[in-house]
């Protein structure tokens, strides 16, 4: 059985937003790099543990995972700094109404790591359509979704953020209205909302 199929029937919810996206996350990590390591960067061996108690409890074990091994098995990411600056944008705006911080911090790593992905982000989410992410980042990060008025693509929209917070200018148009690049930013990404799903 592949890992993903493990943890979504160890999920209570298999409708949840957040596990579908967080099973996508770990099952591509354990796929790539094997279950000797842990699977995101910037999540600890104990952080890890709570995230699967959370939300695929049981999954450790039908895994086969050896958390004493896991506790000093970091695994090396060399776009760890492009991570840890999407985490921190997520942070910044995320609603602790929503869950407890262990939760929205387990989110922010999992849509960061994803966002190193060469497809659009609800799909390196394994999220049926792009509808169940702007629904799960409006639930744990409502601040920023809120800025993305245009419906800008979110991989796009979380970099143009960090690029402005650091005062850094990379699009060769003054505004989006005008650029040559506008459907690259802002184009149909091939999916529509397939049901309406728990965000919790």
């Known amino acids: 059985m592949s890992a993903h199929a493990v943890l ?5 919810d298999a409708n949840d937003a957040a596990a579908l996206a967080l099973a996508g996350v770990l099952s591509t990590a354990f796929e790539r790099h094997g279950r ?8 600890d ?3 890890t543990r709570w995230l699967l108690a959370r939300w695929f409890p049981g999954a450790d074990v039908a895994l086969g995972l050896d958390w004493d091994a ?20 997520l942070r910044e705006h995320a609603d602790l109404a929503a869950g407890p911080a262990q939760a929205s911090d ?10 190193l992905g060469d497809n659009h982000l609800w799909q390196d989410l394994c999220l049926p359509s792009r509808n169940e992410l702007s629904a799960l980042i409006g639930h744990w990060f409502p601040g ?9 693509k979110w991989k796009k929209f979380f970099y143009k ?3 402005e917070r650091e005062d850094i200018l990379i699009c060769k148009a003054p505004t989006c209205g005008v650029c040559t690049d506008h459907a690259v930013c ?4 091939d999916a529509q909302a397939s049901q309406v799903i728990a965000l919790h």
């Open 8 to 12: 979504m029937s160890c999920a209570p």
């Open 36 to 43: 000797s390591l842990l699977p995101m960067p910037g999540l």
């Open 45 to 47: 061996a104990t952080a």
């Open 70 to 89: 896991l506790a000093g098995a970091d695994r090396f990411e060399p776009r760890s700094d492009e991570i840890e600056e999407v985490v921190s944008l």
């Open 106 to 115: 387990a989110m922010a790593w999992a849509m960061a790591c994803a966002s």
């Open 144 to 152: 920023l979704a809120a800025k993305n008025t245009q419906h800008m």
């Open 161 to 163: 953020q960090l690029c």
């Open 186 to 189: 802002f184009g149909p990404e």
